[in-house]
């Protein structure tokens, strides 16, 4: 079975740095590729940034582009996500999600996305 484990997340203050952890397994193939989702308190799923395994190419969400990076170690297959210059309105429950195929899904919608692992809380104070 396919699972994806997101690790990493905890609480900072405003301006500071944390870095999330994807951990994929179960994967047939090494063709897929992997995105972040976060959803804050009473809103939707909001889809902020994306990897293609394949190709290493990435995705940025305006509101995190230049502050976020998104990386894989293909061989550990895990993915990482830099977040620095954090603020107050990147709080939210963070997660991993996989869509099977060379590119990321577009529209950056998590209903695309073949898999979703548990989320990790990340926590900005102001």
């Known amino acids: 079975d396919v699972q994806l484990q997101a690790s990493g997340g905890g609480l900072v203050q405003a301006g500071g740095s944390l870095r999330l952890s994807c951990a994929a397994s179960g994967f047939i193939s090494d063709d897929y590729a992997i995105a972040w989702f976060r959803q804050a308190p009473r809103k939707e799923y909001e889809g902020i940034s994306c990897i293609s395994r394949s190709d290493g190419k990435t995705f940025y969400e305006d509101s995190v582009e230049g502050r976020f990076t998104v990386s894989s170690d293909n061989a550990k297959n895990t993915v990482y996500l830099q977040m620095n210059s954090l603020k107050p309105e990147d709080t939210a429950v963070y997660y991993c999600?996989?869509?099977?195929?060379?590119?990321?899904?577009?529209?950056?919608?998590?209903?695309?996305?073949?898999?979703r692992g548990q989320g990790t809380q990340v926590t900005v104070s102001s």
């Open positions: 999600a996989a869509v099977h195929g060379p590119r990321c899904a577009w529209p950056f919608l998590l209903s695309l996305y073949d898999y």
